[in-house]
C-alpha cells in the first residue's frame, strides 16, 4: 500500500502479498485498522488469515486515521480474541502475526516529539522528493511472547532525531526485563546501524531498506542479543508493492 493510502488505492492483495513473504512471525507497521481510506479492512487480521495463522495483535497508536483528527491511543490491544469499540471505530499503529502460538501480549507506550519536522516524501513515478511538515504520532512497541520460549517485540520510532533515541534507550530497557531470548524489530527511523551501537544488541540484518523501488538507508532492523550470527541466515529481500520500505526476514537455526 502506499503510505499513506489514497483514495482509490487497490488493496485487494496486499494480505497474500505479506504472506507469500514466508514468515512464522511478521512484525508490520503503519497499519491502518477500519479505516475509511484503506476500505474499512482489519489489515492486520486480514494478513493472518492469508498467513493461516492463529494468533494477531493490532496496538494502536492512534484512534482516529493520521491524516484527521485523533487522539492518542492509551493501552487498547486488539487480538484474535478481540477488542474494543474504540478501536474498531478506525485506528492506526503496529501489529504482529504468528503462526507459533502467543502466551502472552505486552504494549508499551514510548510517548512522541511535541515537535514535527520537514520530511522528504519521495514519488514512485518521478522519482523525485518533497519536504511535507509533518507532526509526530504517539510511538509504542508490541510484545508477543511465544510458545517456544522468543519474545518477538515490534516497533516504529519516531522520525524526530534525539526523541527516537530516547525512545530506543527505553525500549532496549523494556526488552531486557523479557531475558535474553529476544527479538526486537521494525522501523527505528535511525540510519548506520544507529540501534546497535553502544549495546549488548546486534543486527541480524544489515540491508538498506528505504525507498522500497531504490533503497539508499537502512531504517529498519532485526535485533538479538541472544543469537550467535553463525545461527542466523539472511533471506534474500522480496521486492513489495504494498510498502515503501523493503522487508528484512531472517530464519534463526
Known sequence: MTI????????????????????????????????????????????????????????????????????????????????????????????????????????????????????LIPNTETGKAKAIYIKDEPRLALAAELENGWTVINTHLSFVPGMNLLQLRKLKSWADSFGEKVLLLGDFNLPGGIPAIGSNWQSLHVQNTYPSWKPKIQFDYILSKGVALKDVIQVPTTKSAISDHLPLTIEIN
Do not use: C
Open 4 to 119: 499513506p493510502p489514497k483514495s482509490g488505492d487497490d488493496f485487494s492483495g496486499f494480505a497474500q502479498s505479506a504472506a507469500d513473504l514466508g514468515a512464522d512471525v511478521l512484525a508490520i507497521q503503519e497499519v491502518d485498522h477500519r479505516l475509511i481510506r484503506s476500505n474499512s479492512s482489519g489489515q492486520t487480521s486480514e494478513i493472518a488469515l492469508a498467513m493461516n495463522a492463529s494468533d494477531w495483535a493490532f496496538a494502536p497508536s492512534i484512534i482516529g486515521s493520521p491524516e484527521e483528527k485523533w487522539r492518542a491511543s492509551d493501552d487498547e490491544v486488539a487480538t484474535n480474541s478481540g477488542s474494543n469499540s474504540e478501536i474498531e471505530s478506525g485506528s492506526y499503529g503496529i501489529g504482529i502475526i504468528s503462526k507459533i502460538k502467543v502466551l502472552k501480549w505486552h504494549r508499551l507506550n514510548l510517548g512522541r516529539s511535541l515537535v514535527g519536522m520537514p520530511l
